[in-house]
């Protein structure tokens, strides 16, 4: 599968009541991964996070794109299409209502893809192949968006990772079938088929490739458990829909 790395796609300056999100400076040119951001992270405020599922077909659609650092070139960027220009659009917004950014500074926005293999395949229709290739990789993977956010100390994170929407039958998706109240137990059993992983409520066993589930039983649940083992509960941390109640699913031995 094509992969595509993280990157700071925006700085949010604050200055008192006064904010304005700038893309990066070169941003048409320009890619600011994650080691990028390491070198020069003092000079800024801590950053805000955003996580995202996987790449889809936008961020595949790059040219004449260099590393800042490397000047090698760069053939995808994370949320390049109408994602991207939402977070532009409506992330002032949002932090505003929430209220958390009291420190007038500048603070990096950085996109993280839980996955950065492109799971979607490049299918138009997502229910097709992303949630099937996502949850096959996952139990390998995940420790690999561990990883990257352990090298990160944000001032917030933003879950976005979809539900991850997919077909349980040839015309039917499982969203359709019986929204909310039925899609995490499809979604279980995709689980089950796809890698024999089965639920378990008992938290006392344990295997080493478990896979955490926070909140709904679906692909943001599991993003939300890996975000929530590193910086347990620090930062405030908004996924798209929010529940309370979680439960563990271990491998079928």
């Not at 209502?97 to 893809?113: A, H, K, M, R, W």
């Not at 229709?125 to 100390?153: A, M, S, V, Y």
């Not at 409520?201 to 458990?225: N, P, R």
């Given at each position: 599968?094509?992969?595509?790395?993280?990157?700071?796609?925006?700085?949010?300056?604050?200055?008192?009541k006064d904010w304005n999100l700038r893309r990066t400076?070169?941003?048409?040119?320009?890619?600011?991964?994650?080691?990028?951001?390491?070198?020069?992270?003092?000079?800024?405020?801590?950053?805000?996070?955003?996580?995202?599922?996987?790449?889809?077909?936008?961020?595949?659609?790059?040219?004449?794109?260099?590393?800042?650092?490397?000047?090698?070139?760069?053939?995808?960027?994370?949320?390049?299409?109408?994602?991207?220009?939402?977070?532009?659009?409506?992330?002032?917004?949002?932090?505003?209502?929430?209220?958390?950014?009291?420190?007038?500074?500048?603070?990096?926005?950085?996109?993280?893809?839980?996955?950065?293999?492109?799971?979607?395949?490049?299918?138009?229709?997502?229910?097709?192949?992303?949630?099937?290739?996502?949850?096959?990789?996952?139990?390998?993977?995940?420790?690999?968006?561990?990883?990257?956010?352990?090298?990160?100390?944000?001032?917030?994170?933003?879950?976005?990772?979809?539900?991850?929407?997919?077909?349980?039958?040839?015309?039917?998706?499982?969203?359709?079938?019986?929204?909310?109240?039925?899609?995490?137990?499809?979604?279980?059993?995709?689980?089950?088929?796809?890698?024999?992983?089965?639920?378990?409520?008992?938290?006392?066993?344990?295997?080493?490739?478990?896979?955490?589930?926070?909140?709904?039983?679906?692909?943001?649940?599991?993003?939300?458990?890996?975000?929530?083992?590193?910086?347990?509960?620090?930062?405030?941390?908004?996924?798209?829909?929010?529940?309370?109640?979680?439960?563990?699913?271990?491998?079928?031995?």
């Amino acid at each position: 599968m094509k992969s595509c790395n993280d990157e700071v796609i925006a700085v949010l300056e604050v200055k008192g009541k006064d904010w304005n999100l700038r893309r990066t400076f070169k941003y048409d040119t320009h890619f600011v991964g994650l080691d990028t951001y390491l070198i020069h992270k003092d000079k800024y405020c801590k950053p805000i996070v955003i996580v995202t599922e996987s790449p889809h077909i936008e961020e595949f659609k790059v040219s004449n794109l260099n590393d800042l650092t490397s000047n090698k070139p760069v053939s995808a960027r994370p949320v390049n299409g109408r994602t991207g220009l939402n977070i532009i659009k409506f992330l002032v917004e949002l932090l505003k209502n929430e209220d958390l950014l009291t420190e007038s500074g500048s603070y990096p926005v950085i996109v993280i893809n839980a996955l950065q293999e492109q799971c979607s395949e490049g299918n138009t229709d997502t229910n097709i192949h992303r949630t099937k290739n996502f949850i096959k990789l996952w139990p390998e993977r995940k420790h690999f968006l561990q990883e990257r956010l352990i090298t990160l100390t944000p001032t917030l994170v933003i879950n976005a990772c979809t539900m991850g929407n997919f077909y349980i039958d040839e015309n039917l998706d499982a969203y359709s079938d019986g929204g909310r109240d039925k899609f995490g137990a499809y979604f279980l059993q995709l689980v089950k088929d796809e890698i024999g992983y089965i639920q378990c409520y008992d938290t006392s066993v344990k295997c080493e490739d478990d896979i955490g589930i926070i909140g709904q039983a679906d692909l943001s649940g599991m993003v939300m458990h890996i975000i929530l083992e590193v910086y347990d509960y620090q930062y405030f941390i908004k996924k798209q829909r929010t529940h309370h109640h979680g439960h563990m699913i271990k491998t079928n031995i």
